[in-house]
């Protein structure tokens, strides 16, 4: 693969917006240069100072626990951002393609709407596993990206990685591996291997298991040369200022996040065992995330039947390959209680609708 060939023109030849920020970052101590108010902020806290554009700080921090250089990581406004920057930097409208393996997470189809891109689809198996030669065959020499997530939303099961390297290794083009649930499943993250596939970029997220959806921060894992693109594309201050101090913070807490993540674990393997009771959830998909796909008889109706209980999950019967299915967050010990206390009244008042929709 030469990323060179990937690479759109315009993006090649961009010359990118060059803040005053970036432009002079040393100790100065008067800073007229970036027309901000010198006066400060109408708030205890100020916010009158532009943000680091290049999120110095917590690309340290999470280059040392990742084992990667700072220069490999790229933080963005929710791993959204990236997936659309990916659109941007590789993909040219109206000609090049991308491949997703869907059911996968709606995203990738909506950036490639909104980018003008065409999308090919290699479905999952009937167990939701890569079909890797149905990959193989969809990718054809206009498909600059795949996308693999992994575990997979709205599935929940991870993929082998002996499959999403097999595939890395043959395609010209970006891997696109969305690791937002890797700290829920027991498969070791791809971001080890980026030294190894120069085409590969893991996104990963703070949205998911460490509790930050409302900052919108996520991150992608790449070699410094794809990196030096996102940071080329990227608007020059991506991340807040606030959000920058919250990862930073949330950093010495993070015995707290795993410990959300063992009890998230272990809400989700008890909620899995009461559900297999119940004669209307005629499947539980295997999960690795913090949410879990049940299959049922009669998708639409439950659905229903808990929203008018207060309790919303997703109802993804309209979806290929998951008709029927509904997929359901681990919340926490009390949602969960109050999820199976609406189901168990599903289960002994309404009887009837099941039946009428198993003809
Ligand atoms: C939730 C989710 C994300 C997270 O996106 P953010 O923009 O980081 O909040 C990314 N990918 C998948 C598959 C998800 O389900």
């Known amino acids: 693969m030469k990323l060179e060939n990937l690479v759109r023109e315009n ?5 990118p917006y060059s803040s005053a920020r970036k432009e002079y970052s040393g100790a100065a101590q008067i800073f007229l240069d970036a027309n901000e108010n010198s006066f400060g902020s109408p708030l205890t806290e100020r916010y009158n100072r532009y943000p ?13 626990r990742n084992n990667v250089k700072p220069a490999e990581i790229f933080v963005g406004n929710g791993s959204d951002e990236a997936i659309d920057l990916l659109f941007r930097i590789f993909c040219r409208p109206q ?17 490639a709407e909104i980018n003008d891109v065409e999308i090919k689809r290699a479905y999952l198996t009937e167990d939701f596993c890569l079909n890797v030669e149905a990959v193989k065959r969809t990718i054809d020499e206009k498909t600059k990206l795949l996308f693999i997530c992994s575990p997979n939303n709205p599935t929940g099961n991870s993929f082998k990685r002996t499959d999403i390297l097999d595939v890395a290794k043959i395609f010209q083009g970006i891997v696109v591996v969305d690791e937002a649930y890797i700290h829920f499943s027991r498969e070791k993250s791809l971001i080890d291997e980026i030294g190894n596939y120069p085409n590969l970029v893991v996104l990963q997220t703070f949205s998911k298991a460490w509790g930050l959806a409302g900052l919108r921060v996520g991150l992608g894992f790449a070699n410094g040369e794809i990196i030096k693109l996102f940071n080329k594309v990227k608007p020059p201050y991506n991340v807040s200022q606030i959000a920058q101090k919250a990862i930073i913070n949330a950093f010495e807490n993070e015995s707290q996040v795993n410990e959300t993540i063992s009890e998230i674990i272990s809400e989700r393997e008890k909620l899995i065992e009461r559900l297999s009771d119940y004669s209307f959830v005629t499947k539980i998909h295997p999960t690795e995330a913090n949410f879990v796909l049940v299959k049922t008889v009669n998708a639409d109706s439950i659905y229903k ?25 681990i919340g926490t ?18 009887t009837e609708f099941f039946e009428e929709s198993a003809s």
């Open 333 to 350: 010990p009390d949602e969960n209680k109050s999820l199976l206390k609406a189901l168990e009244k599903l289960a002994t008042e309404n």
């Open 11 to 15: 993006i090649k030849r961009l010359t």
């Open 305 to 329: 039947f808990l929203l008018d209980e207060k309790i919303v999950v997703r109802n993804r019967n309209n979806v290929e390959l998951c008709a029927g299915c509904l997929r359901i967050t």
């Open 95 to 111: 000609t090049d393609n991308i491949v997703i393996c869907p059911p996968t997470y709606g995203m990738y189809e909506v950036s």
């Open 52 to 64: 680091d554009p290049l999120q110095t700080e917590i690309k340290k921090k999470i280059a040392e």
